[in-house]
């Protein structure tokens, strides 16, 4: 195999790999962007968990007190 | 020749490990939308649905009916927020394993085994939420 073609498959090979390699740090950047979502997404689901637990407890207390004062009405 | 052809091989491994992940954020991501919507349908219709069990024990006058309605209205909320819970917990693993194996830290199989407990509690997200909006109280 001569030296031109060695130079060129190494050449070649070469850009191959830059390619590569540019593709893949793109796509570490979409995927550490995706990550960021994904954690930002958690947080809210964890947050509207906390935000629902006073909601229901209230309600809970609201619907018990007038089921009481129903029954209390009835004696 | 061989080192050449290995060298050109391991770029093209890893991009086909970052495929299979993105399987995995997919999930991921689903699973949060389904989870944040059923906190929500729950948020929306709480209220109203207490309220429809005093209204009809007003009318009715059962009260002691009216209380075995609401534990049940309240079993069937219990149940999706406890699927909710559930697969919060998974997520959260799967949020912090999958830069792991992004990383080289943690093999794919790992990130399997999750995923299928994922999918185990989405479906019952769905499930349970199904449940609960055909019986809200009117």
């Not at chain 1, 070649?12 to 796509?27: D, E, P, Y």
């Not at chain 1, 809970?60 to 009835?74: F, P, S």
């Not at chain 2, 006058?61 to 998974?90: C, F, I, P, T």
């Amino acid at each position: 195999m001569s030296t031109a073609v060695i130079a060129a498959l190494l050449s070649l090979a070469a850009g191959i790999v830059s390619l590569l390699l540019k593709t893949l740090a793109a796509r570490t950047d979409a995927h550490a962007q995706t990550l960021a979502e994904g954690k930002a997404a958690l947080e809210k689901v964890n947050t509207a968990l906390a935000e629902l637990t006073p909601i229901l407890v209230k309600n809970d207390a609201d619907t018990d007190a007038a089921l009481d004062a129903l029954e209390k009405g009835q004696k | 020749m061989w080192p050449r052809i290995a060298l050109l091989l391991i770029p093209l491994t890893v991009l086909g490990c970052l495929g299979h992940l993105d399987g995995a954020r997919q999930a991921l991501t689903s699973a949060e939308l389904l989870q944040a919507q059923a906190v929500q349908v729950i948020k929306d219709s709480d209220g109203p649905a207490q309220q429809a069990i005093i209204e009809h024990a007003k009318e009715t006058g059962d009260v002691a009916q009216a209380r075995k309605d609401l534990q049940a209205y309240r079993n069937r909320r219990q149940d999706v927020l406890s699927a909710v819970l559930e697969a919060s917990g998974v997520a959260s693993m799967l949020a912090v394993l999958i830069p792991l194996v992004d990383a080289g830290a943690k093999k794919q199989p790992d990130i399997d085994s999750l995923l299928a407990r994922l999918l185990t509690f989405t479906q019952r997200i769905s499930e349970t939420l199904s449940v609960y909006v055909e019986n809200l109280p009117k």
